[in-house]
DNA sequence: ATGCATGAGGT
DNA sequence: ACCTCATGCAT
DNA sequence: ATGCATGAGGT
DNA sequence: ACCTCATGCAT
């Protein structure tokens, strides 16, 4: 397990970068360029069995293994997950897809794609209503953030009721936006490019927005 | 030459929708399945050979016929254009893909892509660095443009003054704002789908957003 | 492809 | 009662 | 992949 | 002096 509270309310500093944005190649004995590889060649080889993601994690569901979402398998191919979450995904596509070939190289073109499902849902609770934050909501939210990413109860009941949302909303806005953060840690990074040799047009073009 | 100026201030309406969100199969006598298959497959194809859309729009530079970017690389693999644009950049792909495929039997593994440029820019006139809109910015556009999307010169100058941009800048925001709506004729189509019989989850949880 | 929601596991 | 992390649903 | 900029062609 | 449309650059 890695080390807890890493984001010690500076706007920097990152606990689990993505592999896309990893830039060595081994992390805790990982080997990132391989999975980087298999990601790639599992996208081609699945474009020509002429598959979408979503047919594919309709698939997962028919296997007796974990299954994994249309979202787990685009993050898989964008490599947009950490190099723990890979390692995971990763047999259970490769077993997939050799047998997804097989099939394919009998005849059996119908067979791999999971049939379209007649959504089982209505069972169990129901998941809440996705929230849309007005662009004026999130003004408000993205500039409570800037000043505390953490913010406490109080505070937090303070911004809902500013923007008039509901308090777990507005709490679970923090934390996703604080998750999103950490996979965001190549900003800023290789500055020192070859440019064009004078500095005048870095001057001339303040990138200032407000200048009325 | 379709017929000009079809956005009536109100948000509905379309002048020019793309492959993607067309729904028919023919369209001014073009077959668009038939581009929805090409461009299937020459993504396929280009990943098969192991290039990017980057590599491919600069391979186009080192061709004698049109050159198309990066850009309306991954737009026409997208479908995210016109019929009229696909039409043209077809023959141009699938002539440089057939090429390529050729080099590629043979063994000129790097004669494909086209050479790392040395970007030879800092010729002719400078363009004009972006422009980023600030949040707060964007909420006085959208605003504005819900209320009136063809603003009057004075208008904009307000707007501009308001929010402390240059006039030019805002001016072309509203035509970019126009051209991208355009584009987003699907918006609200289906709707009487097949849901749950009672109507009890549609009203307990209103979309509204204010509601404090 | 991505933003909000969930749930497990932890303090 | 809060958090993180992996992940999914609905867009 | 996408938002702002450019330029051709038009009123 | 405005517009649309196709398209590119830089993000």
Redo the contacts between chains.
């Keep these: 397990m890695p080390s807890p509270h890493c984001l010690p309310d500076s706007t920097e500093d990152l606990c689990q970068p993505t592999i896309k944005q990893s830039t060595s190649n081994i992390v805790d004995g990982i080997d990132l360029e391989d999975i980087r590889e298999f990601a790639?060649t599992f996208?081609?080889r699945r474009?020509?069995l002429?598959l979408t993601q979503t047919q594919v994690g309709q698939a997962l569901c028919a296997t007796e293994g974990p299954a994994y979402s249309q979202s787990a398998i685009c993050r898989f191919e964008k490599l947009d997950i950490t190099p723990r979450s890979a390692l995971k995904i990763r047999p259970v596509l490769e077993n997939w897809l050799r047998e997804a070939e097989e099939k394919h190289q009998q005849g059996n073109l119908q067979q791999i794609a999971g049939m379209d499902f007649i959504n089982i849902s209505?069972i169990g609770k129901?998941r809440?209503?996705r929230?849309?934050?007005?662009?004026?909501?999130?003004?408000v939210l993205?500039s409570r953030f800037e000043q505390s990413s953490h913010p406490s109860g109080r505070e937090i009941n303070s911004i809902a009721?500013e923007i008039?949302?509901e308090r777990d909303v507005v709490r679970v806005w923090f934390c996703n936006k604080r998750q999103s953060l950490k996979h965001c840690q190549s900003f800023q990074r290789s500055r020192i490019n070859l440019k064009?040799s004078d500095s005048t047009?870095e001057d001339r073009?303040s990138?200032s927005?407000?200048?009325?």
């Design positions: 790639r996208k081609v474009l020509v002429g209505a129901i809440k209503r929230t849309f934050f007005s662009p004026e909501a999130l003004v993205n009721q008039g949302y064009s047009e073009n990138s927005p407000t200048q009325p």
